[in-house]
């Protein structure tokens, strides 16, 4: 049994290897970079909010930009790279660095970070990005959920950083939900209407938290997230939120 299980441990190795190369990551990459853009152009949108965050930017002041990982797909059209530096943060696992690269095509930039590692390093270069003015881009329940549950994360990097957090979402007359994936993302389909909302959130975090608190916040900030994904699902003529 044993000397059966090595060469079929080396074909799974050499598989994973093969699609964790740019040989086949940047051409997948590029399929979900021309997707993306297609159905947004696809669409007739709406927006609010907008203006506010810009002008916010511009005024050379960093923000923490955040969605749920459900909303993902309009992720690169939510931040013009005109008003400054974006980083915006995915997990090392295939879909995070695939979809990293897609959106490096729209001008922005991305770090990966492990889930259930420290990411001291990386973690040390985003504070000094946006100290020197980069703003933050989050899936809020990113990368693995549960969906629509905040990480604290989110309250930490403001707390430290002193940035604003930003929420956005969207919403569309017209989609399908990938079911198979965890977030049942949202997949638009074209033509319709569309909404992009932005709201900041009125909240500082102290600087000094202790865990109550913290988690206090934590939901605070996932209800009002929540609370900005229905109202935008409803304009669109939703009953309810459609994921």
């Not at 441990?9 to 051409?27: C, G």
């Not at 923490?64 to 090392?92: M, Q």
């Not at 002193?162 to 956005?168: D, S, T, V």
């Not at 932005?198 to 865990?211: F, G, I, N």
Request: with cysteine; proline share 5%.
């Amino acid at each position: 049994m044993t000397k059966k299980r090595k060469p079929l441990k080396r074909v799974r190795q050499r598989a994973e290897r093969l699609i964790h190369s740019p040989v086949v990551t940047r051409p997948v990459a590029g399929l979900v970079a021309r997707y993306l853009r297609r159905v947004y152009e696809g669409t007739d949108w709406t927006v609010t909010g907008r203006d506010a965050l810009a002008a916010e930017v511009q005024g050379g002041q960093p923000v923490i930009l955040c969605l749920w990982h459900g909303r993902l797909v309009i992720a690169p059209f939510v931040f013009d790279p005109a008003w400054g530096r974006l980083v915006t943060l995915t997990s090392k696992v295939w879909p995070g660095r695939t979809m990293g690269l897609a959106i490096s095509g729209f001008g922005f930039e991305s770090r990966a970070m492990h889930a259930r590692r420290l990411n001291r390093a990386t973690t040390t270069e985003l504070f000094r990005l946006v100290r020197s003015g980069a703003s933050l881009g989050f899936a809020a329940d990113g990368p693995s959920g549960p969906a629509h549950s905040a990480q604290v994360g989110l309250i930490d990097w403001m707390r430290l950083t002193g940035a604003p957090l930003w929420m956005c979402t969207y919403s569309v007359e017209q989609y399908r939900n990938l079911e198979q994936s965890w977030d049942r993302l949202v997949l638009p389909k074209r033509g319709g209407r569309g909404m992009i909302a932005y709201r900041r959130w009125e909240v500082t975090p102290p600087k000094a938290l202790d865990a109550d608190t913290r988690e206090a916040l934590r939901i605070r900030l996932q209800t009002d997230l929540d609370a900005l994904t229905l109202e935008t699902d409803r304009a669109m003529g939703h009953a309810g939120m459609i994921a």
